[in-house]
């Protein structure tokens, strides 16, 4: 393992890739079980610890206010950059709901997410995909957030402490500068 510029431990296959145009695909190995996994994913108290809040219903149709509080992600939180409020909220349909393997959702404003697990012996394979990221700035903030939010995950699955958030989400932010074409 290595680390980047802020400190976010990654690994050789650990940023995104453009699988289309506009489609992001980012994978992680977790520890399981892939029940434990999909608790992440589903519980709302759970996904605040890496991601956002907001009560889901286990059914596709069903709607989820997901409520973002990056400062609250890790201690310390780091630098949070200028324009970010203390919360954020977006509204999301669930698409598809199959648990412990698949969860999908809609975002009107930035497209569809897909989040796949596939057990691989103790370990969970996670196959995130986000697809109709209309701009190349939203490939680039998106791509970044998700990436920083599953080193997150990562961390509390592993029970350790994860890297301060913001400044892990800002180097990150940097290197899918560079890395996604204009």
């Given at each position: 393992m290595q680390s980047n510029q802020a400190g976010a431990v990654v690994t050789p296959n650990a940023y995104g890739q453009l699988i289309e145009p506009a489609t992001l695909e980012i994978q992680r190995i977790l520890p399981g079980p892939i029940e434990r996994v999909w608790t992440y994913l589903t519980d709302?108290?759970?996904?605040?610890?890496?991601?956002?809040?907001?009560?889901?219903g286990d059914a596709a149709g069903t709607q989820v206010e997901f409520v973002w509080r990056n400062?609250?992600?890790?201690?310390?939180?780091?630098?949070k950059p200028d324009g970010f409020g203390e919360e954020h909220r977006m509204t999301a349909t669930v698409t598809e709901y199959d648990?412990?393997?698949?969860?999908?959702?809609?975002?009107?404003?930035s497209g569809d997410v897909s989040i796949d697990l596939e057990p691989r012996g103790d370990r969970v394979l996670l196959t995130l995909v986000h697809r109709r990221l209309p701009r190349r700035s939203m490939l680039v903030g998106v791509s970044s957030g998700w990436?920083?939010?599953?080193?997150?995950?990562?961390?509390?699955?592993e029970?350790?402490?994860p890297a301060p958030f913001w400044n892990a989400w800002a180097g990150l932010k940097a290197e899918y500068e560079r890395r996604i074409p204009e």
């Open positions: 709302a108290d759970k996904r605040s610890e890496w991601l956002a809040g907001g009560v889901m400062s609250e992600l890790t201690d310390p939180p780091g630098d648990p412990p393997r698949r969860l999908a959702f809609t975002w009107d404003e990436h920083a939010h599953l080193d997150v995950l990562v961390a509390r699955l029970e350790r402490a």
